[in-house]
């Protein structure tokens, strides 16, 4: 399964207890990641210079142990409940829960990692500000109308 981490520094932070946003299509994993983005970046408002700066893509193997929640109360009602979280292995969680948990668009989803991901498993990192490009043309400053970037 592919999901992807968002963090503050060059490096993701990959151990356990570590939060990611799965991905099953990126129609839907768009939405996702910058609702979290606007909820983490939220939180920071009063310190700017602690934003979410990075991206990163990573496979989960089937065989790792992991927690899915479709949306960031479920775990305050498993710790609160059931006196903590319960890790599976991912290949444990059957394809329809993962499918609706990633598809509703109003959740918030979430996979929190039982053990750490090797650094093998992270695919690519980049810059946020690559999501909100846009793939529009623009015209330079001298309105010349051959003239575009």
């Not at 968002?6 to 939060?19: D, E, F, T, Y």
Request: proline letters at 7%.
């Amino acid at each position: 399964m592919l999901a992807v981490k968002l963090h503050k520094h060059k490096r993701p932070w990959l151990g356990k207890g570590s939060h990611l946003i799965p991905i099953l299509s990126w129609k839907t994993g768009k939405v996702h990641i910058k609702r979290w983005i606007n909820l983490l970046d939220y939180q920071n408002e009063s310190r700017p210079n602690n934003r979410i700066r990075y991206i990163t893509l990573v496979k989960i193997p089937d065989d790792h142990p992991v927690f899915l929640a479709s949306d960031w109360g479920d775990k305050i009602i498993f710790v609160h409940l059931f006196g903590g979280i319960e890790f599976k292995p991912l290949s444990a969680i059957s394809h329809e829960i993962k499918r609706f948990i990633m598809e509703v668009p109003d959740l918030e989803p979430e996979i929190i990692l039982g053990k750490s991901l090797p650094p093998s498993c992270i695919k690519w990192t980049k810059n946020i500000q690559l999501l909100y490009k846009s793939n529009k043309k623009t015209r330079c400053s001298c309105y010349n109308k051959e003239c575009f970037l």
